[in-house]
């Protein structure tokens, strides 16, 4: 079972990044799938989660408005668009895979999304 997550990097205040979460070893559309992120001295905080078929979506309050989750059941990936970017959103962002109708829980290993002001 494999997440990798990608699309990280340094940007600035304003603009946008997206996400990517390529899963691999389960079953995707039996999975919802959640983006956390954690800042340094900070708890991991989730932000955003969609649903194994991808009818329904939430977000953070932090984050909404702001950013947009999404999946591609065909290709086994999931994205999270994130626009006008904020130095505050500068951590480490997780993907995160959880079973609808079991205990299975999958995390990637992160990809760091740093905002400069």
């Known amino acids: 079972v494999q997440l990798v997550e990608s699309g990280g990097g340094l940007v600035q205040a304003g603009g946008s990044l997206r996400l990517s979460c390529a899963a691999s070893?389960?079953?995707?559309?039996?999975?919802?799938i959640s983006w956390f992120r954690q800042a340094p001295g900070k708890e991991r905080e989730g932000i955003s989660c969609i649903s194994g078929s991808g009818g329904s979506t939430n977000y953070a309050g932090s984050v909404k408005g702001r950013f947009t989750i999404s999946r591609d059941n065909t290709k086994n990936t999931v994205y999270l668009q994130m626009n006008s970017l904020k130095p505050e959103d500068t951590a480490v962002y997780y993907c995160h895979a959880r079973g609808i109708n079991t205990d299975y829980v999958y995390w990637g290993q992160g990809t760091q999304v740093t905002v400069s002001s």
């Open positions: 070893g389960f079953i995707f559309e039996d999975y919802a």
